[in-house]
């Protein structure tokens, strides 16, 4: 049995066409818990339709209230039971075969451990348009990312692996939950968590298309001169704050699990945590003597300037 997560709001323009693409799944045995975020649109009526049509495989959870993706997912968390749990944004399509490649490749990679051992699956996504027009056949290869690079350290300041492409069984995410506010998102939460006690596994495939629109919460861009001069525009304090969002999330990791980390994790998590209190010049030793570092010379040398 998989659970399958969705925090919706004002997601009235995509929110059927991505529940049908998760109904065309060639694998049963999943059940789709929604939740609407205090949306202002149809939004919760597409909800209570589909739960009605669909009683045995679609759950409806409202909220009267504004609520982040945060705080959605972490309630949606609460009534999950399933061993196994997903992710999915209101906007993507899931390609038919999403779940059963997820699975198999989840199951082959069993590393001599028992079931109950932490463990996360991500896969690539095609980046579409609105419409579903194909963009690009890999989200990695458009944003310049390595899926490879989901080491502890460099998760830390950026996120690789795509809540809506993950798949993650009981055990991870029993030490996944509460999700603190301090969270810069639950799949960066995630991702670190898998990385500090469990394994992340990648595959290669995309499986999901990834609609680019003009509300997407974060979305994607292309890595180059735009993208490099689209961050430049932004300007040093709103990418410093975004930034030292990262260093409050470790803050949260640490005060959270400080007694069941590794030696190794806790020395980079509180280095990591202490740059608030740091000079200039610690603040980039701590970074470079910790592997504390993104993927792209360009993405590093930003970091260094702003930090």
């Known amino acids: 049995m998989i659970d399958i997560l969705l925090p919706a709001y004002n997601a009235g323009s995509f929110l059927a066409q991505t529940i049908e693409s998760i109904r065309l799944q060639d694998q049963p045995g999943w059940r789709l818990l929604i939740r609407d975020g205090g949306s202002d649109d149809g939004t919760p009526e597409i909800i209570r339709d589909y739960a009605k049509q669909f009683p045995q495989t679609i759950r409806g959870f409202y909220s009267e209230t504004r609520n982040s993706p945060i705080q959605s997912i972490s309630s949606l968390l609460a009534e999950s039971s399933a061993p196994y749990i997903m992710f999915c944004d209101q906007d993507d399509v899931w390609l038919p075969d999403k779940i059963s490649k997820c699975m198999a ?22 980046v579409v348009d609105r419409n579903l027009n194909r963009l690009h056949n890999s989200c990695f290869s458009y944003q310049g990312l390595n899926p490879r690079s989901v080491s502890f350290s460099r998760l830390l300041v950026q996120n690789i692996p795509s809540g809506c492409t ?3 069984n009981r055990a991870l995410a029993k030490l996944c939950t509460p999700i603190p506010s301090d969270a810069v998102m639950h799949d960066h939460w995630v991702s670190l968590t898998a990385a500090a006690f469990g394994r992340i596994i990648y595959l290669e495939q995309p499986t999901v298309l990834y609609r680019q629109h003009d509300r997407n919460y974060y979305g994607a861009q292309p890595y180059g001169v735009r993208y490099l001069g ?10 410093r704050k975004r930034f030292y969002q990262n260093v ?12 069941r980390l590794s030696e190794s994790h806790l020395q980079i998590l509180e280095a990591f945590a202490s740059l608030y209190v740091k000079g200039w010049l610690q603040r980039r030793k701590i970074l470079w003597q910790y592997k504390i570092l993104k993927t792209g010379f360009a993405r590093n040398v930003g970091m260094m300037l702003i930090v």
Do not use: Y
Not at 105 to 126: A, H, I
Not at 230 to 239: C, E, V
Not at 248 to 259: G, P, R, S, W
């Open 166 to 168: 993950m798949l993650f």
């Open 248 to 259: 409050m999330q470790a803050q949260a990791f640490l005060e959270i699990h400080q007694n």
């Open 230 to 239: 689209d961050l430049a525009r932004s300007g040093a304090k709103a990418i």
């Open 105 to 126: 490749r989840f199951c082959q990679d069993t590393d001599g451990r028992e079931m109950d051992f932490p463990r996360l699956l991500f896969t690539d996504k095609q």
